[in-house]
């Protein structure tokens, strides 16, 4: 062993290559750097799950089915770009290219999706979604990009559990980060609106959700020069089988995920934990709508309450596992907070400026879908192990149906609204409670 570098021989039919295995502790600097990574796409992710159907059926006025349509091509389009990025990353070197390529697509396309150009607006209905389609296809393409080229960096950087698991907290720590972030630009922008015809927004709040993508796809910029300036991957450390051999053995090994059982275990888990927690982003402000009666603001700061828990309680999910019976324990914890959160959705069916429990409701949110989605993902590290080298192609599996059937949700929750309000006036209260549970 060599400064936490050590060889391991695996043999084929034609040579025994010397394998080289990252087993040292990484530090801090490298820790931080890897949670920077993902920085920019939480950030679009906070925007995109928390405000693009409330933006698209009272600021567009697409109404709730063009809507929903709208949010399920772009978790279609993610999804079929999960797996083709994962198989084209697995194929090449440097990942951290494909990183660079994908966020700079989504710094492209991005702010466009919370643009109303007038020549758009007022033209007829399909015009404008078709502008809204290519916008959001291109920006998915490119988050969908980032997101596998970064996932598939974590088996390459240690093979230590504990430091996977560290690397997963720092990268879900630095999402909440960016969430927070996100819900203090909003509250800034929307608290000096006001409520208009009981409902929160409308037509004339247009440039406030501009604003925040253009604002925080800035910072979001900045953040990724800073990570792929500091990150250093140990990738070009490992000797390479010759090119053939290299793409039998990679078939080999993932035609073994793709058959093992366990692989469709990890991706239940992860597809459940990320699906509550999608939902729960989307419907929150809808269910907000539809329960406070003038505080515009509540828009940002329930989200944003939301996600200070999840950054508390993705730090001490370590203290969690091992305290509390491991990562199964930990995992029933967490879908406790997140049933506990739907009961008290049931029970805060009212117009009202109360908003206590409202905050309830986003607290207990928050630290459930924290901890199950800390989970899942260490689970998913820990099934890749030392088969680096498939790091993508599992993530892209393991991705792929939460991305669809996320897509699927939301369009089968709008196409089943009442078409007059006043039949269903708690309609997103009853999808938070039933529909999560």
């Known amino acids: 062993m060599e400064n936490g570098l050590k060889f391991n021989s695996r043999l084929t039919k034609e040579s025994t290559p010397l394998v080289l295995v990252n087993d040292r502790k990484l530090p801090f600097s490298q820790k931080l750097a890897y949670g920077l990574g993902h920085f920019y796409n939480d950030i679009c992710a906070a925007i995109w799950f928390t405000y693009a159907l409330i933006f698209l059926q009272l600021v567009a006025e697409m109404g709730p089915v063009n809507a929903g349509f709208l949010l399920f ?28 390529i994908g966020s700079l697509l989504v710094l492209v396309s991005f702010p466009l999706i919370f643009t109303t150009p007038g020549a758009v607006m007022g033209a007829t209905v399909w015009v404008q979604m078709v502008y809204f389609s290519l916008s959001i296809s291109v920006f998915q393409v490119g988050w969908a990009v980032v997101q596998i080229a970064h996932l598939s960096l974590l088996p390459e950087l240690t093979t230590l559990t504990e430091e996977r698991a560290q690397l997963t907290a720092h990268r879900y720590t630095a999402s ?51 990570f792929h300036s500091t990150l250093k991957t140990t990738r070009g450390l490992f000797p390479r089988l010759p090119r053939k051999q290299e ?25 459940s934990s990320r699906l509550f927690m999608t939902l729960s982003l989307v419907y929150i402000p809808l269910f907000i709508n539809e329960t406070v009666l003038s ?113 699927l949700a939301v369009i089968i929750i709008e196409e089943m609204k009442c078409a007059n309000v006043a039949d269903c006036p708690y309609y997103y209260g009853g999808v938070l409670s039933y529909v999560n549970s």
Not at 74 to 84: F, N
Not at 251 to 262: C, D, E, I, M, T
Not at 366 to 378: D, K, N, P, R, Y
């Open 73 to 100: 091509i772009g978790q279609a389009v993610d999804a079929i770009t999960t797996p083709v990025a994962g198989y084209l990353l697995d194929r090449t070197v440097n990942r951290k290219q494909w990183h660079l």
């Open 176 to 226: 909440m980060a960016a969430h927070i972030l996100v819900y203090f630009v909003a509250w800034a922008l929307l608290s000096s609106s006001h409520a208009m015809n009981m409902k929160l927004v409308g037509p004339s709040d247009s440039w406030r959700f501009l604003d925040l993508a253009i604002v925080t796809s800035v910072i979001g910029l900045v953040v990724t020069m800073v």
């Open 247 to 271: 793409i039998l053995t990679l078939h080999a090994k993932s035609l073994k995920f793709f058959r093992s059982p366990h692989l469709y275990s990890v991706a239940i888990i992860y597809t």
């Open 295 to 407: 505080q515009v603001g509540t828009l940002a700061t329930v989200p944003l309450a939301s996600f200070l828990v999840s950054a508390f309680a993705a730090l001490i999910v370590k203290l969690c596992t091992d305290h509390c019976g491991g990562l199964r324990i930990t995992y029933l914890i967490g879908s406790a907070f997140c049933l506990l959160g739907c009961l008290l959705v049931h029970f805060s069916y009212s117009k009202t400026d109360d908003t206590s429990k409202v905050y309830g409701v986003a607290i207990l949110f928050g630290a459930g879908s924290s901890i199950t989605m800390v989970v899942s993902l260490c689970v998913t590290a820990n099934l890749i192990g030392l088969d680096t080298e498939c790091g993508a192609f599992v993530y892209s599996i393991v991705t792929f149906a939460d991305k669809l059937l996320n897509g």
